[in-house]
């Protein structure tokens, strides 16, 4: 009973993510590192773990919203969802989408303040996204671990939009009349609920792609769970 009561109820995380995110500006303070630079920093690392169990709640969690009411003619597993029922699942999606927001500012302070985005997201040149999108195709684009090719650089920053555009849906759907304006602007509750569903079908589209890459190279993996040296990379044109 216990159990049933705890997984129909989202965990109280809030000052557990606080930590985190102090942590995360302390670190920015003493960005030297005893091994020269990491594949990927504490705070990138911290906030990924974060991203991962939030998405994964809002997610599953959202499947059994959709299932109250299903605008495509099929119905997601009880297994594959989250809450037991509308009023546990909408409990865990609200809660995962506040850890959500707070874990994406923090990123976005980090991004900007430790120059992340500066090194390692800024948006390719066509020239080089489709080189290195026919060397992926052709299975040749080889992968330097804390190094981000062009084609990872605009799909990581379509990802951050498309997160932006969930959140902004989702605040449309849950509160119509306080948020008229976005109601508005993405043409209506209807189609906002189904923006909503595009974007979520989209983030899943990211997370497979992104799992079967991390089979086909699982030395990523451990880069997130502990530092490691970045591989050494050549010079090339962005």
């Known amino acids: 009973m216990c159990v049933v009561s705890y997984l129909h109820a989202p965990p109280p995380y809030w000052l557990y993510a606080a930590g985190l995110i102090f942590k995360m500006v302390i670190f920015m303070k003493n960005p030297a590192q005893p091994l020269g630079r990491p594949a990927h920093s504490l705070p990138i690392r911290i906030m ?16 059994e919203i959709y299932n109250a009411s299903p605008d495509l003619p099929f119905l997601f597993p009880q297994w594959a969802t989250l809450g037991g029922w509308l009023g546990g699942a909408l409990a865990w999606h609200l ?13 976005v302070l980090y991004g900007i303040f430790s120059g992340h985005f500066k090194r390692n997201l ?6 080089a996204f489709l080189s290195d999108m026919r060397a992926a195709i052709c299975l040749r684009l080889p992968h ?10 605009l799909f990581y920053g379509g990802v951050i939009c498309i997160l932006a555009i969930e959140v902004l849906t989702g605040l449309s759907i849950w509160k119509p009349v306080q948020f008229g304006g976005l109601v508005s602007l993405f043409g209506g ?16 589209g990211f997370i497979v792609v992104h799992l079967a890459l991390v089979a086909i190279v699982p030395r990523t993996l451990v ?11 050549e010079a090339h044109d962005a």
Request: with cysteine; glycine share 6%; charged share 5%.
């Open 122 to 127: 800024q948006p390719p040149s066509p020239g």
């Open 95 to 107: 809660s995962a989408a506040w850890l959500l927001v707070i874990n994406g500012v923090a990123y």
């Open 144 to 153: 330097k671990i804390g190094h981000y090719n062009a084609v990872q650089r």
């Open 189 to 204: 509750f209807v189609l906002a609920r189904n923006i909503h569903l595009a974007m979520m079908i989209l983030i899943v």
């Open 223 to 233: 880069s997130m769970f502990k530092s490691v040296p970045s591989d050494q990379q």
């Open 48 to 63: 990924h773990w974060v991203n991962v169990y939030a998405l994964g709640c809002m997610m599953f969690s959202g499947w």
